[in-house]
């Protein structure tokens, strides 16, 4: 999972803003009950295909979501865009007392298929961006420059 954590904000903006979206009837059938049965009350879905497999993109609870499965139908990662609220108490403490200086511009929440929890921030301050990677204990993973 660490290496598909990379470019999630990435996958966010590529899907919410490409337009390159296809009918629904070119994903596989088992994909589609697959993300019925797990997602059963989404809204605004949008089904887009990559070289990895196939990405559905909806609304649920007011969240951007987006789930990412294999060509073969299995489930690779649900990232979900969250209100940095939603954010654990010690992810926030850690952006708090480390990054008092940076702005908090975005936070995700990613669930791999066998239910591990990561959250990526992406901090801002003036020309410089980051994107931090906790566990769900407020550890923190990883550090990338954008």
């Known amino acids: ?20 979206f296809f009918n629904e009837s070119h994903v596989p059938s088992s994909i589609k009950q697959a993300f019925q049965k797990q997602f059963p009350r ?17 609304k649920q609870h007011g969240n951007l979501t987006v789930v990412e499965y294999a060509k073969f139908g299995n ?3 649900t990232v979900t ?24 511009e975005n936070a995700i929440k990613i669930i791999s ?6 959250y990526e921030t992406e901090i801002a301050r003036a020309e ?13 993973l990883s550090i990338e420059s954008e």
Not at 81 to 87: E, M, Y
Not at 113 to 118: F, K, L, R, T
Not at 128 to 140: I, V
């Open 128 to 140: 410089e961006a980051l994107a931090l990677t906790f566990n769900t204990s407020g550890y923190l």
């Open 1 to 20: 999972m660490k290496t598909l954590i990379f470019s999630f904000f990435g996958l966010f903006l590529a899907i919410s803003s490409q337009g390159q």
């Open 75 to 77: 489930e690779l990662v």
């Open 81 to 104: 865009k969250i209100h940095k609220a939603k954010l654990p108490k010690r992810v926030k403490r850690q952006l708090r007392d480390n990054y008092t200086t940076y702005a908090l």
């Open 42 to 58: 989404s809204k605004e879905v949008e089904w887009s295909r990559d070289s990895i497999g196939y990405q559905v993109s909806f």
């Open 113 to 118: 298929p066998e239910g591990e929890v990561i």
